[in-house]
């Protein structure tokens, strides 16, 4: 993988989908079913600043009756009927896979049903048997670091293989946001290793070995770390923990996705985080926004999604 230039804010982050826009490479973004007030607004906002120009896909008078009600203006977008759900899910699929789309986002689709039609085997646009995972983007609420964290949203108990995907997913994120020699935090409950009661102690320690015999290239992988071992230089020290890793994390991997949704959670509406996030691991950056997502979340999103998809091609 090329060096990239570094993005070491969301405003960066923005500024470089900008410039890929201007470039003359405005991505076309499928958005499968977009009957939703948030999601329209995020569409709207991305192509009113040059970032990317929308392709809504699904019940077109649902989405203008939804559009009319909130006075958003959806004229200029590209309109294709879909059905139902999976419809529109297939159907944001084959605008990728035929050049049309360079990016898919989620609308009023359930989740899973969009990322069975990314894994469909026959019309899919999954590189073979990697993993799909959730990685998201955020300015640490502890020193405004640009900071990366999953997997909050796809894989629920996953195994320590599925974890190492999971980890190489988003090291693959950081290294095309130009992050050199990425510090991934292994999180758990404690930094002690206690199995078979906490798993996920063993499975930081062997990440960790992984990582020191040069699995994970340049990257730094250190666990099991508690959550304030992994962002706190002041608990680190205290604790005496000596790693480029320990309060200085660049990624922090969750054991489950309970633990990753709550923390997810809590940085967006207890620290008021903006969350940039996307699913990783096919030939398309998707764009999956929860409804509680903020906008500028959304927004950034589809930034973030967009400069992947651009740095992934060079």
Excluded: W
């Excluded at 529109?88 to 359930?110: D, H, N, S, T, Y």
């Excluded at 405004?144 to 994120?173: F, H, W, Y």
């Excluded at 927004?299 to 973030?304: D, G, R």
């Amino acid at each position: 993988m090329p060096g990239f230039s570094p993005i070491t804010c969301l405003s960066e982050l923005v500024r470089a989908a900008l410039d890929i826009c201007r470039s003359g490479d405005m991505p076309r973004v499928a958005i499968a079913r977009p009957a939703e007030g948030f999601v329209l607004r995020a569409a709207l906002e991305a192509y009113g600043r040059g970032l990317a120009e929308p392709i809504l896909v699904g019940d077109m008078e649902e989405t203008e009756r939804v559009a009319g009600e909130r006075g958003l203006d959806i004229s200029p977008f590209r309109k294709v009927r879909a059905a139902d759900p999976a419809d529109a899910a297939a159907e944001a699929v084959r605008l990728f896979r035929e050049g049309e789309a360079q990016l898919i986002m989620k609308g009023l689709v359930p989740t899973a049903t969009l990322l069975k039609a990314i894994l469909d085997r026959r019309t899919g646009v999954a590189y073979g048997e990697r993993i799909l995972s959730h990685v998201s983007v955020f300015e640490s609420p502890v020193d405004g670091r640009l900071m990366l964290m999953t997997d909050p949203g796809v894989n629920i108990a996953p195994s320590l293989q599925r974890k190492v995907d999971i980890l190489k997913n988003a090291l693959e994120v950081a290294r095309m946001l130009g992050m050199k020699a990425p510090r991934a935090a292994i999180l758990a409950a404690t930094e002690k290793i206690n199995y078979p009661a906490m798993p996920a102690t063993l499975d930081g320690d062997i990440l960790t070995k992984m990582g020191r015999q040069g699995m994970f290239g340049d990257a730094q992988v250190l666990g099991p770390l508690s959550l304030d071992l992994a962002v706190s230089s002041d608990v680190a020290a205290t604790k005496g923990f000596e790693s480029p890793v320990a309060g200085n994390a660049d990624i922090l991997v969750t054991p489950n996705i309970e633990a990753g949704n709550v923390l997810y959670k809590s940085l967006s509406t207890l620290c008021g985080c903006t969350m940039a996030a996307v699913v990783v691991g096919s030939r398309v950056p998707v764009v999956v926004p929860s409804r509680g997502d903020s906008d500028a979340s959304k927004f950034h999103s589809i930034a973030l999604a967009s400069v992947l998809a651009h740095r992934s091609r060079v």
